[in-house]
């Protein structure tokens, strides 16, 4: 703000950041005062259940490089919900991103987002994610699983952009159907034959020419990449198959890279879980189940407080990652975002609080 | 305050569980409806405030012309009315926190009023709406300059209550924002002009930025027109100081509201917190443009018994909470505006003078006694 000149830093203190928001949507523009808005600019079935959304950011997005994700939030029912998801191009010199959101059965938001329009409004955080494409030589073995395609397919589409790069991609779908990018992965194997396309169909009566149909096993890999220890084998999908392909890639290929979707595991009560507090940068193990404010006191920290009753909400402070329950009433609080009340609440699994 | 005493009866420790249980339920089934029609509510509600802001500041440019300046400053008064009552004061207790929009959070919300949401957020949500009407414990029974109940000490100064009282309504913003700074402990030397310096520093800059946002700002983008404009937003402050003090006092100072010495907090059962709540709360009955332009403090009783569900359910919840005091043998103080304020007003000039406390009936019925 130093730059300013002083009429404009007079401009700054009439209008807050809330203001400013209202009347730009008002006045049909995403830009945001401090926050990343992005609007659709284009809807494409790309499965049977799963839907690519292309976005307009606002001057507010910072980049990301392709491998990484981003916590995309959107109003559902009033309440915002935040998922993350991968950008599945690498990025592009319109500034567009894409991402791919799968139809989960009973899933809150992305049941929303696949509904949505061109036209629509969500909001994006920071990309995140180490899983990337370094610059220069590099022999890659790509392994996906269902929507662990997603970060695959923007770092096999930019293979095109490093040309000293070559890659197989190998990628598991129960049914034809629900195979994303099934055309446009084969165009990019037939312009760049750097890329080696394999599709993996378990669940598929009838196979066509290419298909597999087998899980990953140590045999499938012998014959997929029998150069295994000159290989960096990046994987995407469910828990239970990033572990199956850690425990026959890792320690054989040059590089194991995992990447798996994991619900935090719900802690008994009376046992221990571990708490990080975000803004204050410490980390301490704490019984799950009693309230977080007394166990946190127990261990000498003094987080702000007022009524100890869970009616004042002096004490506050918002979930970043775990599940948390509010012991008045039960209810267990996992939505990244969320405010917990620490008076009442307790962790009932590993949980990061800003605090 | 005899009059109290006849009204409510005192209840047996079971009875008071049971009291608390129901107010429990009820709490619970209102909040299982609370959802996308709550969050519409609210986003509406600051649309009014946004748009009838930009209304009143328009016509205000145009106020060398008598007319435009009268309904521009009426509009942004009623503009900062809805935004401290409906918008700011409700969301700084949390009752929007479930929809996770930062701009909606209670622990950040920053309101258009000198006083600083943090120091609110302390006097306020926590110290008054825990300890509700308990002397020496909840600074807003006179804050700290009126004498409301007879069992505060009277002092000659109170013989100027009266004049007092009107300039601190005038400046009701200006009281507000200074009362986490407890000048008294100043004054008394309980605390140290460093600790003071400090304290302030918060609330000097929300200060400026008031002061420069509405009376260095908007009269400067007026042009020539800046005078009208300044006096313009001085008077809209002033409105809506006059309004909210109108409001809060009518909320615990009515005839009937109670005060309590601290040793009610001594093992406070839930059913004793609540019946504290509403003992020491009133209503005002009225339309639902009542309602919403005192941000539901109408409610005050519904607010102090739930204060962080959304507002706007306490016209929903008020019947079966009235039924229950019913039940209880409960006074449910409520009465329209003229009414409940000609008692506050009473009260002020009252306690002015030498007064000597009633009999109250006590909350708990002393064990062994029949009812």
Redesign the interface.
């Known amino acids: 703000m130093n730059s300013l000149s002083s009429p404009a830093r007079l401009l700054g203190a009439a209008v807050s950041a809330p203001v400013f928001d209202f009347w730009s949507r008002q006045f049909g523009s995403i830009q945001a005062w401090d926050r990343c808005l992005a609007r659709v600019v284009a809807r494409q079935q790309e499965s049977a259940n799963a839907v690519s959304l292309t976005l307009q950011p606002n001057r507010r997005f910072g980049g990301f490089e392709p491998g990484q994700h981003v916590n995309l939030t959107a109003e559902v029912e009033g309440v915002r919900v935040t998922r993350s998801y991968s950008f599945t191009q690498p990025p592009r010199a319109d500034g567009l991103l894409r991402l791919t959101i799968k139809q989960v059965e009973g899933g809150k938001l992305s049941t929303a987002l696949c509904a949505l329009r061109p036209g629509a409004v969500v909001e994006l955080g920071e990309a995140y994610g180490e899983m990337n494409l370094p610059q220069g030589p590099g022999r890659y073995l790509f392994l996906a699983a269902g929507s662990g395609i997603t970060p695959l397919m923007s770092l096999s589409l930019a293979l095109e952009q490093n040309p000293q790069a070559e890659a197989t991609l190998v990628y598991w779908a129960q049914q034809r159907a629900e195979l994303c990018y099934a055309e446009e992965l084969r165009q990019l194997a037939a312009r760049l034959p750097r890329l080696r396309l394999h599709f993996v169909l378990t669940r598929e009566p009838l196979r066509l020419a290419g298909e597999l149909a087998r899980r990953l096993d140590a045999g499938l890999l012998e014959t997929l990449a029998p150069d295994l220890d000159a290989l960096q084998v990046y994987a995407c999908g469910p828990r239970g198959f990033v572990d199956q392909a850690r425990l026959l890639a890792q320690g054989r290929a040059l590089r194991f890279h995992g990447e798996a979707f994991t619900p935090p595991a719900l802690a008994p009560g009376g046992g221990s879980v571990r708490v990080t507090l975000r803004a204050s940068g410490r980390s301490l193990d704490v019984p799950s189940g009693v309230p977080l404010l007394a166990a946190l006191e127990a261990q000498g920290l003094r987080p702000e407080s007022g009524c100890r009753m869970g009616l004042c909400n002096t004490c506050a402070c918002r979930l970043v990652e775990g599940v948390g329950q509010n012991l008045n009433n039960g209810e267990t609080i996992s939505e990244p975002g969320s405010e917990l009340r620490i008076c009442t609440s307790a962790a009932r699994s590993d949980l990061t609080l800003d605090l | 305050m005899t009059q109290a005493t006849t009204l409510n009866r005192p209840l047996s420790a079971a009875e008071m569980d049971a009291f608390g249980q129901e107010l429990d339920a009820l709490r619970?089934r209102t909040?299982a409806q609370v959802?996308?029609?709550?969050?519409?509510y609210i986003r509406r509600v600051?649309?009014a405030v946004?748009y009838i802001e930009a209304a009143g500041r328009a016509l205000l440019f145009f106020g060398a012309f008598p007319p435009a300046w009268v309904l521009g400053t009426l509009l942004l008064g009623l503009s900062k009315i809805l935004e401290n009552m409906e918008l700011g004061h409700n969301v700084?207790?949390?009752q929007y926190?479930?929809?996770?929009?930062?701009?909606l959070?209670?622990?950040t919300y920053?309101w258009d009023i000198v006083a600083t949401g943090d120091n609110w957020?302390?006097t306020h949500?926590?110290k008054h709406?825990?300890y509700t009407n308990v002397r020496g414990a909840d600074d807003d029974i006179g804050y700290g300059l009126l004498r409301l109940f007879p069992e505060q000490r009277w002092r000659p100064f109170f013989l100027f209550q009266p004049i007092i009282a009107v300039i601190f309504a005038l400046l009701f913003e200006w009281g507000v924002a200074i009362q986490r700074l407890e000048l008294g402990k100043y004054f008394s030397g309980r605390k140290t002009k460093a600790q003071l310096a400090e304290e302030f520093r918060p609330l000097g800059r929300k200060m400026r930025?008031q002061i420069?946002?509405d009376y260095?700002?908007?009269p400067?983008l007026a042009g020539p027109f800046f005078l009208p404009v300044l006096l313009g937003n001085v008077v809209a402050n002033i409105i809506r100081s006059l309004w909210t003090y109108t409001v809060i006092f009518c909320g615990h100072f009515t005839a009937d509201a109670e005060t309590f010495p601290k040793s009610v907090l001594l093992n406070e059962t839930r059913g004793h917190?609540y019946l504290r709540q509403l003992r020491g709360s009133s209503n005002l009955s009225g339309s639902k443009l009542l309602h919403i332009l005192t941000g539901n403090l109408s409610h005050q009783i519904e607010h102090h018994l739930y204060?962080?569900m959304p507002a706007r359910r306490y016209a929903q919840v008020a019947p079966e909470v009235r039924e229950i005091c019913t039940r209880y043998g409960q006074n449910y103080n409520t009465g329209s505006m003229l009414k409940q304020f000609g008692q506050v007003v009473w009260r002020i000039l009252r306690h002015a003078l030498p007064s000597r406390p009633g009999v109250v009936t006590p909350l708990v019925q002393p064990v062994g006694e029949a009812a």
């Not at chain 2, 959802?35 to 519409?40: H, L, S, T, V, Y």
């Not at chain 2, 926190?97 to 701009?103: A, F, G, H, I, S």
Request: glycine content about 8%; aromatic content about 10%.
């Open positions: 619970s909040m959802g996308a029609e709550d969050a519409r600051v649309a946004r700084m207790h949390g926190d479930w929809m996770r929009d930062p701009q959070n209670g622990k920053e957020r302390h949500n926590y709406h825990t930025r420069v946002k260095v700002v908007f400067l917190w204060p962080d």
